[in-house]
T-cell receptor, first 115, second 113 residues
Framework: GAGVSQTPSNKVTEKGKYVELRCDPISGHTALYWYRQSLGQGPEFLIYFQGTGAADDSGLPNDRFFAVRPEGSVSTLKIQRTERGDSAVYLC?????????????FGEGSRLTVL | GQQLNQSPQSMFIQEGEDVSMNCTSSSIFNTWLWYKQEPGEGPVLLIALYKAGELTSNGRLTAQFGITRKDSFLNISASIPSDVGIYFCAGTSLGGSQGNLIFGKGTKLSVKP
């Protein structure tokens, strides 16, 4: 498809387990973003990639969260030792470099439930 | 951290009515954006504002970037049932990276046919 693709769409895991969430951005988009949206809240910034490098990772809540984008396209958000508070929808977005600030194309998100 | 105060939290209106919602911040923002989110979907950009005082329209939607750079409003005229959803304001603050958008908590709009 032409949009941002995220997998899995739903993930249920147990507390303490490791989780990986994948994002496939729009073809040709060089910038990629991860946000987290808790129930009843707006999205909250986690990390932003420009190409392969993290340009801003100030939103990652702690060292259990890590994201990579080794070839400048697909990105994986990794969460270690999951906690119940990690339950949320994890949104990925992408843009072309040079696009006006904030004009993001979001995927449908990956809903993570930690039991 | 910085927060955006968005109001109202929810609105129940009749089809055909006009809608107004707003967003305020205690600090200056460089950009203001309005997104709409429907159930099971990611947010979709409606309007982007980049200059203080800027007034921009997109069909039945009109938004303004406040002169003080600390607020923005979104108006929807002649609402229709497909306007239903959650509307989020978002912005980038001074010193924030271009990828670091701060979102409000959203205004949930319900439209009665």
């Amino acid at each position: 498809g032409a949009g941002v693709s995220q997998t899995p769409s739903n993930k249920v895991t147990e507390k303490g387990k490791y989780v990986e969430l994948r994002c496939d951005p729009i073809s040709g988009h060089t910038a990629l973003y991860w946000y987290r949206q808790s129930l009843g809240q707006g999205p909250e910034f986690l990390i932003y990639f420009q190409g392969t490098g993290a340009a801003d990772d100030s939103g990652l809540p702690n060292d259990r969260f890590f994201a990579v984008r080794p070839e400048g396209s697909v990105s994986t958000l990794k969460i270690q030792r999951t906690e119940r508070g990690d339950s949320a929808v994890y949104l990925c977005a992408s843009t072309l470099t040079g696009t006006n600030t904030g004009e993001l194309f979001f995927g449908e998100g990956s809903r993570l439930t930690v039991l | 951290g910085q927060q955006l105060n968005q109001s109202p939290q929810s609105m129940f209106i009749q089809e055909g009515e006009d809608v107004s919602m707003n967003c305020t911040s205690s600090s200056i923002f460089n950009t203001w954006l309005w997104y709409k989110q429907e159930p099971g979907e990611g947010p979709v950009l409606l309007i982007a504002l980049y200059k203080a005082g800027e007034l921009t329209s997109n069909g039945r939607l009109t938004a303004q970037f406040g002169i003080t750079r600390k607020d923005s409003f979104l108006n929807i005229s002649a609402s229709i049932p497909s306007d239903v959803g959650i509307y989020f304001c978002a912005g980038t603050s001074l010193g924030g990276s271009q990828g670091n958008l701060i979102f409000g908590k959203g205004t949930k709009l319900s439209v009665k046919p």
